[in-house]
């Protein structure tokens, strides 16, 4: 059993990728109004989707493997939070479930390992490395199911953020913030923060430093 702080609790088996720093991190970066509908893309055993729960109305995870959202269920069920609805779904169709322009904000702990051996374990793989969700396809994504003006939050790789800046650039959004951290391991990452573009002439760029 892990212990999530305000009184949030959750199982994990033993096969799945674990709660990480990461996750802690982008919990904590993350903000939203208390009306707003949010996403949890890629919400494995709902670590995320349990954290920001209290932050909001309405939490819907998607996650692609049904491994991992039969023990997200579970975990809603165990800390009895009505406010959230687990789907299994690949993101890129999920607007078809959930409808497009649907999400005020969405928040995503991306799988971006694109070195090393690849687990035999599909819930640790498809947790980890990067061909399970690219980041342009989550660009795309959260594009869809983001309304105008709504915001994603998620971590990738520091050494990364050009990249990640110029594929969210290119899908319709603005990058509001940047905050740089280093991990439990030592890994750094930045952690953004990204609006879908509604027309307004403001594109200022928040930085915090580690």
Not at 179 to 191: D, H, P
């Amino acid at each position: 059993m892990e212990f999530l702080g305000d009184n949030l609790m959750m199982e994990q088996p033993p096969d799945a990728f674990r709660l990480t720093s990461d996750a802690v991190a982008l919990a904590n970066f993350f903000s939203c109004n208390k009306t707003d509908t949010v996403i949890d893309v890629g919400c494995g055993t709902g670590v995320l989707a349990l954290m920001v729960s209290k932050k909001c109305r309405r939490v819907i995870a998607v996650d692609i493997n049904a491994s991992a959202t039969a023990q997200a269920a579970k975990n809603v069920e165990l800390n009895n939070l009505p406010n959230v609805e687990i789907i299994t779904a690949d993101v890129r169709d999920a607007h078809k479930t959930i409808g497009a322009n649907t999400a005020d904000a969405i928040i995503c702990n991306p799988p971006y390992f694109t070195t090393g051996e690849m687990s035999a374990n599909d819930n640790k793989r498809l947790a980890r490395h990067a061909e399970t969700l690219p980041l342009t396809d989550l660009a795309a994504a959260a594009t869809r199911l983001l309304k105008c003006g709504g915001h994603i939050f998620f971590c990738y790789p520091a050494h990364h953020t050009a990249k990640a800046v110029a594929i969210f650039e290119n899908d319709n959004f603005r990058v509001k913030e940047l905050k740089f951290i280093s991990n439990a391991k030592g890994v750094y990452l930045t952690l953004f923060k990204c609006k879908k573009y509604n027309g307004d002439s403001g594109h200022n760029t928040k930085i915090v430093t580690f």
